[in-house]
């Protein structure tokens, strides 16, 4: 093999790892209307005793004294959940099947911590293409990763995430889209990630669309997040029934488009009770609702010191290196009314 193919093998290799560790985590609390500003004896908590208890944003966030035993772990294959970083693909794989999810992403293409946790993994895609076309090959043609679904775009309608006017969301989720499908012909994609499922951000880039790639969005479906931000005099569950409603609208609007709540959860600030609770209510409405797919709650934790600000919302929260359950663990994984074998939530 010449010096020339051995340099350039290696180039390519370094680009897919670049690719694999720039990641695109979220990195501030969404600005929304209303808001202001494993196997258990391994890592959790042991039963009767209380792990150290954290506070975000003034929140105080308690720690379950109990964990559910394998026979209690109820799953679903719509349930899934965000993750924040997570060290290792064994510990990833025994925190996700504590709270009986059947999928999960993460805001990033995915590394071997992801790819490797043995529950289906959606990789994500947003503003950097460049950077991660190397990655993208390496997915589809070396983890064969053929005919998956594919997100793309987080929350363009959201000042602090990717802040897109329609314009330029069909020009960059766009080109995402059609690079994948170039290599992968059969790729599925789930777009945009809304914040406000009764805006009309999606009809005027629908029609942006248009105009630009000479087609309606080839998706399979549409990305929505529920946030249950009271307006006005509205009460916590006056809001979440405000938003159910508008997603049964949105659904009977989308015939024949699957619909993800890729995120969903709050509001804040608030209690654990409060925000357990509105966990519960949007999980059982959307197990109710046929018109959507999967939904994914925000979000299992983080094991990085940054992204602490919302341990608040967490299902784990991390002390010395080790996951601890919070209450809202507990409530998420006791979620789907019927029980069922854990091995059943992996797709």
Request: a negative charge; charged letters at 15%; aromatic letters at 12%.
């Amino acid at each position: 093999m010449s010096k020339v193919w051995v340099i350039g093998l290696v180039v390519i290799a370094l680009g897919v790892a670049v690719a694999f560790v720039v990641l695109e985590p979220r990195v501030a609390a969404p600005q929304l209307a209303g808001a202001p500003g494993v196997p258990c004896c391994v890592i959790c908590t042991p039963v009767g005793t209380i792990a150290p208890t954290k506070t975000a944003t003034g929140i105080a966030t308690t720690v379950a004294t109990r964990t559910p035993s394998p026979g209690e772990v109820r799953c679903s294959q719509k349930k899934g959940v965000v993750i924040g970083w997570v060290d290792t693909s064994e510990e990833l794989h025994d925190l996700l099947e504590e709270i009986g999810v059947s999928w999960f992403y993460g805001h990033v293409l995915g590394n071997n911590t992801h790819w490797q946790a043995g529950v289906e993994f959606v990789p994500m895609l947003r503003t950097q293409l460049d950077m991660f076309k190397a990655a993208i090959q390496y997915i589809i043609n070396v983890r064969g990763y053929v005919g998956g679904y594919w997100l793309i775009g987080n929350e363009p309608d959201n000042g602090s995430q990717d802040n897109l006017t329609y314009a330029q969301a069909v020009e960059v989720y766009g080109k995402a889209l059609y690079y994948v499908r170039s290599i992968d012909p059969t790729a599925k994609f789930i777009m945009l990630g809304l914040v406000e499922p009764k805006s009309p951000w999606e009809r005027q880039f629908s029609a942006a669309w248009v105009a630009r790639w000479g087609e309606q969005p080839p998706v399979a479906g549409w990305a929505l997040h529920m946030y249950p931000f009271p307006k006005g005099a509205e009460t916590v569950g006056q809001a979440r029934d405000r938003l159910l409603g508008w997603l049964r609208g949105w659904i009977t609007d989308h015939p024949g488009k699957e619909c993800w709540i890729t995120e969903f959860g709050g509001p804040w600030p608030a209690d654990t009770q409060t925000i357990a609770g509105t966990m519960v209510r949007f999980g059982n409405a959307f197990e109710e609702m046929e018109g959507v797919t999967r939904y994914s709650y925000f979000w299992l934790g983080s094991s990085k010191p940054e992204h602490d600000q919302w341990d608040f919302l967490s299902l784990y929260v991390w002390e010395g290196g080790v996951p601890y359950q919070t209450d809202l663990q507990f409530s998420y994984s006791m979620l789907v009314p019927t029980v069922e074998p854990v091995a059943t939530c992996v797709r």
